[in-house]
């Protein structure tokens, strides 16, 4: 069971800039696609960014394209969302989540999730 911890998260302005990691406790952590899925209040969870195993391959949704970035480092068992521009529209718990197929996948496809850490823009 690969376990993901999300320090992190916080309360930025409007037009700010916040980084999201998400630790894995595996040295497997390579071998899964991760993604990251933020919930606001009374919504599912919807894939807003994803990367493949290797980090050559990315999605974004078109609600964060030229705003969010993700990156991984594999020797660090480590993702991380860059998130630049933020709206308050933005404002979410924010999962990161792994899976053992393809990086670009709905959240009922991700096998194993984050707690979860709080993102708050303010207007």
């Known amino acids: 069971q690969v376990q993901l911890v999300e320090p992190g998260g916080g309360l930025v302005q409007a037009g700010g800039s916040l980084t999201l990691s998400c630790e894995a406790s595996?040295?497997?952590?390579?071998?899964?696609?991760m993604g990251w899925f933020p919930q606001a209040p009374g919504k599912e969870r919807e894939l807003v960014s994803a990367i493949s195993r290797s980090g050559l391959s990315t999605y974004y949704a078109d609600s964060v394209k030229g705003r969010f970035t993700i990156s991984r480092e594999n020797a660090k068992n480590t993702v991380f969302l860059q998130m630049i521009s933020l709206k308050p529209e933005d404002t979410a718990v924010y999962y990161c989540?792994?899976?053992?197929?393809?990086?670009?996948?709905?959240?009922?496809?991700?096998?194993?999730w984050g707690q979860g850490t709080q993102v708050t823009v303010s207007s």
């Open positions: 595996e040295r497997t952590f390579s071998t899964y696609a």
């Open positions: 989540a792994a899976r053992s197929g393809t990086y670009y996948a709905r959240a009922y496809e991700y096998e194993h």
